[in-house]
Nanobody, 114 residues
Framework: QLQLVESGGGLVQPGGSLTLSCAAS????????IGWFRQAPGKQRSMVAI???????NYADSVKGRSTISRDNAKNTVYLQMDSLKPEDTAVYYC????????WGQGTQVTVSS
């Protein structure tokens, strides 16, 4: 059973940067489409970035040009680098993997505030 554990969240000032990590265990991520979603208070969970097994990426318009998703299959880890952070990026960020079914991490809080 695949398990996902996020880390790297925290408080960051507007304009700052953050790198989120998602470490997987129980299965190799090589065979999974993986990505990041986020959910702000009172809002639905939405896609931030996705990376497929062949390395193709897709980003939400709100983060395009400011974020980079990457995967290190040797470390069984996926990353989300976020730059030029804005207060509206404040949310709980969830790691996601999909192969036949969806798997979710427990989430990590990102707060962008001065």
């Amino acid at each position: 059973q695949l398990q996902l554990v996020e880390s790297g969240g925290g408080l960051v000032q507007p304009g700052g940067s953050l790198t989120l990590s998602c470490a997987a265990s129980g299965a190799a991520l090589d065979y999974y489409g993986i990505g990041w979603f986020r959910q702000a208070p009172g809002k639905q969970r939405s896609m931030v970035a996705i990376i497929t097994t062949d390395g193709s990426t897709n980003y939400a318009d709100s983060v395009k040009g400011r974020s980079t998703i990457s995967r290190d299959n040797a470390k069984n880890t996926v990353y989300l680098q976020m730059d030029s952070l804005k207060p509206e990026d404040t949310a709980v960020y969830y790691c996601y993997a999909n192969r036949v079914r969806a798997y979710w991490g427990q989430g990590t809080q990102v707060t962008v505030s001065s």
